[in-house]
């Protein structure tokens, strides 16, 4: 199975997407299972036909089909029944091996960024290393009880505002403070009561008190 895997790379025709190759067991295939997964995946005629995927792999049909059978089972691919042009065929679905390799992907996001500290973010959004300086002021704010999300929120409010300093991020943790502010769902509540407020004013503003017939 491995000689057929590294003919198909050999001939240099085929796709084969590192996520997939690095997560295949992850999703319960074997290695004959990734054998005609590949081959599928790099397949534009997207028609089922067993044959023709046992001849072109060099494989035997039971194997195809047993491959298969494992694959939809698995929740990686599903053969549907449709009309094409009055004829009724099969067809190769791979939606469920997008979604798992899609979820891998999110995973995989999401798991870099817990990895990150709050100094790399500080970092990113800089676009430079921070000063040991600039350090101490990062941690002088977490001594001073402020969760890392808020700090963080800070820091986006600051670069939307086409602001990258310190300084300026310092001032809106110290108003978020005064206002009783200590956590993103405090922020969240804050932002919408502003909108309300901005709303209720406008709505003030527009309505037509000289036509007002209301009495």
């Keep these: 199975m491995m000689e057929k895997i590294i003919n198909l790379l050999k001939e240099n025709t085929m796709q084969i997407p590192k996520l997939l190759l690095l997560n295949y067991k992850k999703f319960r295939c074997n290695e004959k299972d990734l054998i005609v997964l590949i081959y599928l995946?790099?397949?534009?005629?997207?028609?089922?036909?067993?044959?023709?995927?046992?001849?072109?792999?060099?494989?035997?049909?039971?194997e195809v089909l047993e491959a298969i059978d494992h694959l939809s089972s698995s929740g990686i691919l599903s053969i549907q029944l449709t009309?094409?042009?009055?004829?009724?065929?099969?067809?190769?679905?791979?939606?469920?091996?997008?979604?798992?390799?899609?979820y891998l992907i999110l995973n995989e996001e999401e798991k870099e960024n817990k990895s990150k500290t709050i100094y790399d973010l500080f970092e990113q959004e800089f676009g430079r290393?921070?000063?040991?300086?600039?350090?101490?002021?990062?941690?002088?704010?977490?001594d001073a009880g402020f969760e890392q999300d808020v700090i963080v929120l800070a820091l986006k409010e600051a670069t939307y505002n086409g602001v990258s300093n310190l300084r300026y991020i310092d001032k809106i943790l110290y108003e978020w403070k005064k206002k009783g502010i200590h956590t993103k769902a405090d922020i969240e509540k804050?932002?919408?009561?502003?909108?309300?407020?901005?709303?209720?004013?406008?709505?003030?503003?527009?309505?037509?008190?000289?036509?007002?017939?209301?009495?």
């Design 190 to 215: 804050d932002r919408a009561s502003y909108q309300n407020k901005k709303i209720e004013k406008k709505e003030l503003f527009d309505y037509d008190w000289l036509n007002d017939n209301d009495e």
């Design 41 to 62: 995946y790099n397949e534009h005629d997207i028609s089922f036909n067993p044959k023709k995927i046992s001849d072109n792999l060099n494989i035997t049909l039971p």
């Design 129 to 142: 290393t921070l000063s040991p300086m600039e350090y101490e002021i990062i941690g002088g704010w977490r």
């Design 83 to 102: 009309k094409n042009n009055g004829v009724r065929e099969e067809q190769v679905v791979l939606d469920g091996l997008y979604e798992k390799m899609a």
